[in-house]
Nanobody, 126 residues
Framework: VQLQASGGGLVQAGGSLRLSCVVSGSGFSINSMGWYRQAPGKQRESVAEVTTEGIIKYGGTTNLGASVQGRFFISADYTKKTVYLQMNSLKPEDTAVYFC???????????????WGQGTLVTVSS
């Protein structure tokens, strides 16, 4: 199971970016797909997650949800095993490396595994 993220870059404050992450591999089912970010000197934090049932959560257990909800939108196409993060009205504090994440399990197994993409840098200039 491998993840390939793309779409990061340099954007001015107020601008938009769309991140994509494609999952490759076979013989497994995906439970959820999501995005995390890690700013310099800070811990990695959950930005958004979407389950195969369509349940969406922004910000995980942190206050990040209030900051991104209404500006960031997560979506997934499970037939293509791809997750997207549309980021609008970007702010300098959104600058971070963004990582895609999936939680999955092999067919017929109950143990949930987790994989990460390589990270894509988003830089928002003021």
């Amino acid at each position: 199971v491998q993840l390939q993220a793309s779409g990061g870059g340099l954007v001015q404050a107020g601008g938009s970016l769309r991140l994509s992450c494609v999952v490759s591999g076979s013989g497994f089912s995906i439970n959820s797909m999501g995005w995390y970010r890690q700013a310099p000197g800070k811990q990695r934090e959950s930005v958004a997650e979407v389950t195969t049932e369509g349940i969406i959560k922004y910000g995980g257990t942190t206050n990040l949800g209030a900051s991104v909800q209404g500006r960031f939108f997560i979506s997934a196409d499970y037939t293509k095993k791809t997750v997207y993060l549309q980021m609008n009205s970007l702010k300098p504090e959104d600058t971070a490396v963004y990582f895609c994440n999936i939680k999955w399990r092999y067919y017929g197994r109950t143990y949930e595994r987790e994989n990460w993409g390589q990270g894509t840098l988003v830089t928002v200039s003021s």
